[in-house]
């Protein structure tokens, strides 16, 4: 039997939650369709609210053509602060069902519920429960929750039936619910590796799940193992609480081990992608900066620096990680890459947009354009024309942000 037998994991993550939140602020609003983001020809949309949704407009769509899907639509500009107020009293509520909470996001937690039967009851009333509490705490919001026994099943469970949704997903039945759905729901597989299992014949979970492992390790390298874990509902992750504002963190098990330079800035570049948007989606900035790299004898090494002024800019990161590489030495090769930030902090009250460079300001501007797309689409559907130029090995390399997010000195 696997450890995670006897685990219970809940995964929380509130609906339309920005939209919610104007919706629970102002009652003209409720049963309207919204858009939440700036009312300008170049912003994109943060979030609709569910009567929006059928239009076919969503997170990171461009404002101008989720207003000509949508004509009917109220836009709203964001009020971050007013939503960083209701994520803590979300977390609050969250935290009283358990002492280990991981935030992974404003608006979604994980809870180790194991052992919580003899307090609260079976699963179901668990996630009533839960469901309820955050709706008093916060006035009446409504958040979807997922349980199961492993953090990835919990978190597929939650977006099940959105929105309001409870879905409770049993750890013996969990590969077989698992099953049906598309290979896009596994973590990891981001366009690319869509079309590599597509090109293997393998287009849902259940599909991947009865593949031979070698197989898919011959086609997709070490990512193919993990996929092929999680589709079985194999995974050993804990829920990570209390660490989680510590650092921010991104690494990647490399395909192929890596020692030139060149290669290594390429991976770094994408994990420097992937903090900074981490960074920017929590409204944190980071004062340090931490490369980790692990040589093939599993030795891991750091080096890390901290800036004279906190970033939150995927540039100044990679750029920051770029600098470090050569207090290294020639110690590699390596199988694994990784950037965290960390010494993390709110962002100075409001930034100085007339006093910013040209180039820092456009460097911003591409830097949110950027995070829509992948929180729409994925962290792979879009490159900056920097990546490019990288190594064709990057494709299938298994992403690991989500691991790490939390805490990046847990051990791999
Ligand atoms: P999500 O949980 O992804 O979306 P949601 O809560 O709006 O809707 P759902 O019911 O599908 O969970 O994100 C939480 C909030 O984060 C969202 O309300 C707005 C913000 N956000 C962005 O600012 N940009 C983005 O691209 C996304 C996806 C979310
Ligand atoms: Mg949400």
């Known amino acids: 039997m696997s450890p995670s037998a006897d685990r219970l994991i809940a995964h929380a993550d509130m609906d339309a939650f920005y939209a919610a939140i104007e919706q629970l602020d102002d009652p003209a609003l409720r049963g309207r369709p ?28 461009p404002m101008s053509r989720a207003r000509r899907r949508c004509p009917d639509a109220v836009i709203v ?37 194991s052992g919580a039967a003899t307090v609260y009851g079976p699963p179901e009333t668990i996630g009533r429960r839960l469901k309820a509490a955050v709706r008093e705490a916060t006035g009446g919001l409504t958040v979807s929750v997922g349980l199961s026994a492993t953090k990835y099943v919990a978190k597929v469970a939650s977006d099940f039936a959105k929105p309001d949704g409870l879905t409770v997903v049993p750890g013996d039945e969990a590969r077989g619910w698992l ?75 490399l395909e192929h081990d890596v020692a030139e330079p060149r290669e290594i800035e390429a991976y770094l570049r994408r994990t420097a992608e992937a903090v ?41 990161l990679f750029a920051t990680a770029q600098a470090l590489l050569p207090a290294f030495g020639a110690s590699g090769p390596y199988r694994l890459v990784g950037l965290a930030a960390y010494d993390l902090e709110a962002p100075a009250e409001s930034p100085q947009l007339g006093l910013e460079l040209d180039g820092q300001r456009r460097a911003r501007e591409l830097d949110g ?44």
């Open 179 to 253: 099953a049906p759905l598309p290979v896009k729901a596994l973590w990891g597989a981001g366009p690319r590796v869509q079309q590599r299992l597509a090109d293997l014949g393998l287009t849902t979970i259940g599909d991947v799940a009865r593949a031979d492992a070698a197989e898919l390790e011959r086609a997709l390298g070490r990512a193919g193992a993990r996929l092929h874990a999680l589709a079985n509902a194999d995974d050993p992750r804990e829920v990570e609480p209390a660490r989680a504002s510590k650092s921010i963190g991104a690494e990647r098990t």
């Open 276 to 316: 900074g948007r981490r960074l920017r989606r929590n409204g944190v900035v980071a004062r340090g900066v931490r490369v980790k790299l692990k040589r093939t004898d599993f030795q891991l090494l750091s080096r890390q620096t901290t800036l004279a002024e906190p970033t939150d800019s995927t540039a100044r």
């Open 77 to 113: 500009p964001p009020r971050f602060d007013r939503y960083t107020e209701v994520s803590k009293t979300v977390m609050r509520a969250l935290a009283e069902f358990s002492p280990r909470v991981e935030p992974l996001s404003l608006d979604e937690a994980f809870l180790d519920m």
């Open 369 to 412: 354009v950027l995070d829509a797309i992948a929180a729409r689409f994925g962290p792979g559907a879009v490159r900056r024309a920097s990546e490019l130029t990288g190594d064709a090995t990057l494709g299938t390399a298994v992403n690991l942000d989500y691991l790490n997010d939390v805490d990046d000195d847990a051990a791999d």
């Open 34 to 61: 919204l858009l939440i983001g700036p009312d300008s020809e170049r912003g994109v949309v943060l979030t609709a609210s569910y009567e929006a949704r059928p239009y076919g407009v969503g997170s990171a769509m």
